[in-house]
Antibody, heavy 121, light 109 residues
Framework: EVQLLESGGGFIQPGGSLRLSCAAS????????ISWVRQAPGKGLEWVST????????YYADSVKGRFTISRDNSKNTLYLQMNSLRADDTAIYYC??????????????WGQGSLVTVSS | QSALTQPRSVSGSLGQSVTISCTGT?????????VSWYQQHPGKAPKVIIY???KRPSGVPDRFSGSKSGKTASLTISGLQAEDESDYYC?????????FGGGTKVTVL
């Protein structure tokens, strides 16, 4: 059974940093690209970033480029999202989403339960 | 990076079928067969019910089906059940990013 478990969320002041983790199981981790998607309170879904299965290529939404860094450790079956210079509009539930192939050119087929990040003074 | 267009709401009676549309452009829905559909109940995480336009993840009932024609993808729920009342979102790969629809609320009458 595919499982994705996010952690690391919390309350942080504007300008601060936070690192999210996504522990994966139930599939061959290195064979799947993984994305981060967020959902602000009461809002729709927004794609944040994607990393290929090898970790060699990353993609970012303009809204987070230069502030967020996606990475993965295939030996630990874990995905990360380092978030720096956080702003109030980064407040959201962050989901990790497994993709159906090792490349970004694919659909997402399983999502985790999410981790809430609240940025406020 | 414009959002995909979904109807705000659709409704149907128990046992009937409903179809939700998701319209994009040639740069996303029309250009790739990488459309996903998600079901999200209040306070819960989105659940993938369709990926790659028409594939169902393990455990998703075959009442849910997906298709695509040109720049529009569609999700059909056949034999509507009470538990299908939920919000539904679509997404599409768009070259170097993913784009999402604004969501559709399905009401079971």
């Amino acid at each position: 059974e595919v499982q994705l478990l996010e952690s690391g969320g919390g309350f942080i002041q504007p300008g601060g940093s936070l690192r999210l983790s996504c522990a994966a199981s139930g599939f061959t981790f290195r064979s799947s690209a993984i994305s981060w998607v967020r959902q602000a309170p009461g809002k729709g879904l927004e794609w944040v970033s994607t990393i290929t299965g090898s970790g060699g290529t990353t993609y970012y939404a303009d809204s987070v480029k230069g502030r967020f860094t996606i990475s993965r450790d295939n030996s630990k079956n874990t995905l990360y999202l380092q978030m720096n210079s956080l702003r109030a509009d980064d407040t959201a539930i962050y989901y990790c989403a497994k993709r159906a192939s090792s490349g970004f050119t694919s659909s997402s087929d399983y999502w985790g339960q999410g981790s809430l990040v609240t940025v406020s003074s | 990076q414009s959002a995909l267009t979904q109807p705000r709401s659709v409704s149907g009676s128990l046992g009937q079928s409903v179809t939700i549309s998701c319209t994009g452009t040639s740069n996303d829905v029309g250009g790739y067969d990488y459309v996903s559909w998600y079901q999200q109940h209040p306070g819960k995480a989105p659940k993938v019910i369709i990926y790659d336009v028409s594939k169902r993840p393990s455990g998703v009932p075959d009442r849910f089906s997906g298709s695509k024609s040109g720049k529009t993808a569609s999700l059909t729920i056949s034999g509507l059940q009470a538990e299908d009342e939920s919000d539904y979102y679509c997404s599409s790969f768009a070259g170097r990013y993913d784009v999402f629809g604004g969501g559709t609320k399905v009401t079971v009458l």
